[in-house]
């Protein structure tokens, strides 16, 4: 798949099947809050799904076998990972959520792409990962696409 203009389904790996996966779970992550906006309000939809993932989470590990150490809470870059993490675990859902009761459904599921964008400049900033002119096309198109769906008609 790398430096493809278009993905290939042939060549995809186990990393590019699970992201597709993960985008299909997303959309219905996307369609369960409009169905239940109306019943539960946005701190108890994000606890409900946090329970349910942390629940999975654990159950997934047991079956395949992995172990737990109270041990690795010694180390800091655990703690500051899991930090981060339970961080991000908590207001990620809890803003999502929000968005859509506040949001056109598709208007904020255009404004998501932005995760491509973000995740590009962070890989770019933090990993040094390299950005070439079909990253950035992308991020351009993008940009330009989510910028031509919602703008105002002209008069």
Request: net charge neutral; charged share 10%; hydrophobic share 55%.
């Amino acid at each position: 798949v790398g430096g493809s203009w278009l993905p290939v389904p042939a060549n995809f790996g186990l990393g590019e099947r699970y992201v597709l996966v993960s985008a299909v779970f997303e959309a219905v992550w996307f369609i369960g809050i409009k169905f239940i906006e109306k019943k539960l309000n946005s701190r108890e939809l994000t606890f409900i799904s946090l329970a349910i993932a942390g629940l999975t989470c654990f159950v997934i590990s047991q079956l395949m076998g992995e172990s737990f150490s109270l041990s690795a809470f010694s180390n800091w870059r655990v703690l500051v990972g899991l930090s981060f993490g339970t961080l991000s675990n908590i207001w990620v859902p809890l803003f999502t959520v929000f968005a859509f009761k506040h949001l056109d459904e598709v208007f904020a599921t255009q404004l998501f792409l932005f995760e491509n964008i973000f995740a590009l400049v962070i890989g770019w900033m933090f990993y040094g990962e390299k950005v070439g002119l079909l990253a950035l096309a992308g991020a351009a198109a993008v940009i330009s696409s989510v910028y031509l769906m919602n703008k105002p008609p002209s008069t």
